[in-house]
């Protein structure tokens, strides 16, 4: 087998595309690229290497509060990404977008249907936690997107009516 040639261009681009693959691992070496030709040497740095692994699987929290206690900073990150999970949701699966109002009666009422769906969003996440872990808000919403309700009406001999709620899959766009 014939050992492979390469240019000195096509090296450094190597090099340029595995430092932009792996950027936390490329910190943790020191590349020399000869000056002639197409090679180069490389190095650990072992103390960058050893306080990366003291790190490893723990969350560093860098913040202005001057709480000194870790679990109350802990506890107000955890309602940070709670409140950013909310506003995404808001975004997303409610599909909820900026409209400028031109009045503050219709911003409210806006800010209370957003809030209202949100609420709706987390009570069927949490009921779908108890009774069907395998199932997501987002997936139950898009099968309710495929559902019709329609209200059937009965007449009856006595000139009442009987009126029947019914449920069926839409018809599919094919």
Known sequence: MEPMTLRREDLLMKLGAAKQTAPSAWRLIKIEVAKQGASFTYRLHREMLRRARRREGRYLLRTNLTESDPAKLWGL???????????????????????????????????????????????????????????????????????????????????????LTRTTPNPSPN
């Open 77 to 163: 990150y955890l309602q940070l990404v709670a409140v950013e999970e909310a506003f995404k949701n808001l975004k997303g699966d409610l599909a909820v977008r900026a409209i400028f109002h031109q009045s503050d009666q219709r911003v409210e009422a806006h800010i209370v249907v957003s809030f209202v769906a949100y609420c709706l969003h987390v009570t069927l996440g949490q009921r779908l936690r108890s009774l069907a872990p395998a199932l997501t808000t987002r997936s139950v919403l898009e099968q309710f997107a495929a559902m019709q309700m329609i209200d059937v009406h009965l007449p009856t001999t006595a000139a009442r009516q009987i009126i």
